[in-house]
Each structure stands twice: as C-alpha cells, then as structure tokens.
Nanobody, 124 residues
C-alpha cells in the first residue's frame, strides 16, 4: 500500500503562483509513476502532469504546459507541482496519484493510489 497526502493548496490571485506537495509513504519504490490530476466542480477529473520516480522527462497536459512544473525529491519521498501564471480556470481540487510501472498514464482509472486532494482557488 502507498499513502499519499497533498498540501500547499489555497487562494491566489490570477497570475500568481502556488506549489503543491505530495508526500508518499508506505511501499514506495522507484518503479512508480506519480501523477497530478484536478477536478473542478461539475467536471470530470482531468490529467495535469506525470513523472517517474526514477527520473526522466515529465509529461504535461496542454492546458498547463509552460506554466506548471512537476518535480520530485526521492530523498523526501515527495512530488511537487509548481504552478505559475495561474488562471481562474485552474481552480479545482488537485489530487496526487501513484501507480506501479513506468507508463505515463493520463487516465485516472489507471492509478491505484490517491491522496485526499487539496483545494486550489484562483480569483480573477
């Protein structure tokens, strides 16, 4: 089992920045991919970004490319999502997810473990 806990959400003005953290514990290993998803009210959960614990080039949704950066600190078992130039449409609950393997899944159903989420609200 892998436990995930997100933090760092909050209220920010449009154009501002936030950094989300996802602390992982339990049976973590380098053979995992870590993803960020988000869900706005009345909408389906959507893919944001994914990275391998072992490293390599991450992958982003087109809607956040160039504004968001995913990174990881293996020593701290933590994955981060740096969000810059935030827009009102980025408002959502952000979830961290993990699954074994090395494939960059973008479908939420492919992820086995989820955190409880953290709210990000961007005011315009």
């Amino acid at each position: 089992q892998v436990q995930l806990v997100e933090s760092g959400g909050g209220l920010v003005q449009a154009g501002g920045s936030l950094r989300l953290s996802c602390a992982a514990s339990g049976r973590t290993s380098s053979n995992y991919v870590m993803g960020w998803f988000r869900q706005a009210p009345g909408k389906e959960r959507e893919f944001v970004s994914v990275v391998r614990w072992s490293g390599g080039i991450p992958y982003y949704a087109d809607s956040v490319k160039g504004r968001f950066t995913i990174s990881r600190d293996n020593a701290k078992n933590t994955v981060y999502l740096q969000m810059n130039s935030l827009k009102a449409e980025d408002t959502a609950v952000y979830y961290c997810a993990a699954t074994s393997g090395s494939v960059f899944y973008t479908a939420s159903r492919q992820y086995a473990y989820w955190g409880p989420g953290t709210q990000v609200t961007v005011s315009s």
